[in-house]
């Protein structure tokens, strides 16, 4: 076990400029959780005393995000990004503020922009703090291109002397291929001792945080660097194409977990599972599937192809197949697809059918009921074993207000029928196909909502003589006077 870190400080004020987003850029999501929640979730496995998030640019959403996501956390906003060194300052100063020490175990630095960090490599850097006994330890890399990071200069006995910018480096130091990850741990009296002695001598005229590296060298203090074996962790995310890399990495990461779980991925590719989706052994997942927030799927259940879950429940051996829905629980056994559109407290029971070009909304439907073709059903309860005919509407709205219906057990349904809410049909009731039913109806009736129909005779041959109609109908009127039985075979 690694000494648990007194303060972990995320650095989360930069604009972002290269997103072109009106949404901060710690706050874009990949995976169902904000760049920033990634970071977060990271560093919260060290169980530090604190979590400081370093805030400027739109604070406020920022700031309403952590909130929600980490309400322990303590915001420290920094008005003007003077550089990462001037971030980690005032992080600190807010905290002696507060009369919060930060020598109970080890600094912690992060920036925001990392979705891909694991608490795995934080531990692996804390422990290379903790048996090096530096005052300082560099998460670095190994990259083929290191343009664009902070290269580590290491000396002969292989502690690191100092960090030089991109911007900053000499024609040598530009061809050291170990760069600053941009997260360390510090000792923390050491670290706000050398913080007050940053300049802002260089290239972009700012506080480098990089900068206490060489400051703590030269006053006798050991710097070492751990080496992150996966330089996916330190992806930084800058602009929307390294958005996409990233989202990228972590669905095939996701997905790896979930295949080794037990769970069938047909096409990783095309699969994109959220961070809090739940799925149990025996899953089959098929091409084009996207699960979003915490959905769950049981055992046996096939979701696919081309289905999007948002929030939903999928029991054990239910198959949806082309599929929208959101908030909708779908029970054991259900058959659900192709394209149907469930929408927020649709409840499907154990062993339903919710069929093609079916809408459903705010509605139970019973064990065993089927919705198979073409309707929609909204605000309505109904009742085990119902079948519901194909083209039924529910009409649920008035034009005011949404009223609801309820359709009991064992309830045939005819086809294309009008449910006028509010309305409720009882048990074993029938109602004819064609009908609009805008009384209740009484268990066990049959309800005719619809105008008997009436034939007149001879009408296209009158009124549409010499069309392709007229022409039919006379062919049809012959023909059946030449096949009359007073003819001879
Ligand atoms: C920084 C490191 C560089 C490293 C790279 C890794 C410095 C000087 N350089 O460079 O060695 O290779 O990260 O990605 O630290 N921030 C603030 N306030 C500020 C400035 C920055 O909160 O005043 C935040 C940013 O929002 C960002 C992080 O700090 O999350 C890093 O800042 P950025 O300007 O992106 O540093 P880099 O130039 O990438
Ligand atoms: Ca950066």
């Not at 303060?7 to 072109?20: F, H, P, T």
């Amino acid at each position: 076990m690694t000494t648990r870190p007194s303060v972990v400080v995320i650095l989360a004020a930069g604009e972002g400029k290269r997103m072109k987003s009106a949404t901060p850029k710690v706050l874009h999501p990949v995976a169902g959780r904000t760049l920033l929640g990634h970071v977060i979730e990271a560093a919260s496995t060290l169980e530090p005393h604190h979590l400081v998030v370093v805030v400027g640019h739109g604070r406020d959403a920022v700031c309403a995000h952590i909130e929600e996501v980490a309400p322990w956390a303590i915001t420290v906003v920094q008005a003007e990004q003077n550089g990462t060194g001037h971030a980690v300052g005032i992080a600190l100063a807010d905290l002696a503020e507060r009369g919060i020490p930060v020598v109970d175990g080890p600094v912690v630095v992060l920036t925001g922009d990392t979705p891909l960090l694991t608490g795995r490599t934080l531990v692996g850097l804390l422990l290379e703090h903790d048996s090096t006994s530096a005052k300082a330890t560099v998460l670095t890399a190994r990259l083929t291109d290191p343009s664009g990071y902070g290269r580590i200069v290491r000396g002969s006995d292989g502690f690191v002397t100092a960090i030089v910018e991109d911007k900053d480096v000499s024609d040598e130091q530009r061809t050291i291929n170990e760069i600053n990850s941009g997260m360390y741990a510090f000792d923390g009296a050491r670290l706000a001792d050398s913080l007050t002695r940053l300049d802002t001598d260089n290239a972009q005229g700012e506080e480098y945080l990089t900068d206490v590296i060489g400051l703590m060298r030269s006053s006798g203090d050991h710097v070492a660097a751990s080496v992150c074996d996966d330089s996916d962790e330190i992806l930084g995310v800058n602009d929307r194409v390294q958005l996409a890399q990233a989202a990228a990495i972590l669905r095939d990461r996701i997905n790896a977990s979930w295949m080794r779980a037990g769970v069938s991925i047909l096409d990783p590719a095309s699969t994109w599972l959220d961070v809090d989706v739940e799925l149990e052994p025996d899953v089959i997942i098929r091409p084009q599937v996207t699960l979003r927030g915490p959905t769950s799927v049981a055992s046996g259940a096939i979701v696919g192809p081309g289905t999007t879950l948002v929030s939903c429940e999928v029991g054990a051996g239910a198959e949806v197949i082309h599929t929208w829905a959101e908030l909708a629980v779908i029970g054991d056994g259900a058959r659900v697809g192709p394209f149907t559109f469930l929408r927020p407290g649709t409840v499907l029971g154990q062993g339903t059918r919710a069929g093609a070009y079916v809408e459903i909304k705010n509605s139970t439907i019973g064990d065993f009921a089927k919705v198979p073709h073409l309707s929609y059903v909204g605000d309505a309860e109904v009742g085990t074993g119902t079948n519901i005919g194909a083209a039924t509407i529910v009409v649920n709205y008035d034009g005011v207000a949404k009223h609801r219906t309820v359709v009991g057990d064992h309830v045939r349904i005819g086809s294309d029928t009008m449910l006028v809410a509010p309305v409720t049909v009882g048990d074993g009731a029938y109602t004819a196909a064609g009908s609009v039913i805008t009384d209740d109806v009484p268990p066990g009736a049959m309800a005719v909502g619809r105008a008997r129909q009436r034939n007149i005779d001879g009408w296209v041959q009158r009124r549409r003589p010499g069309s392709p109609a007229a022409e039919a109908a006379e062919r049809a009127v012959q023909d059946s006077a030449s096949d009359s039985p007073s003819q001879p075979a």
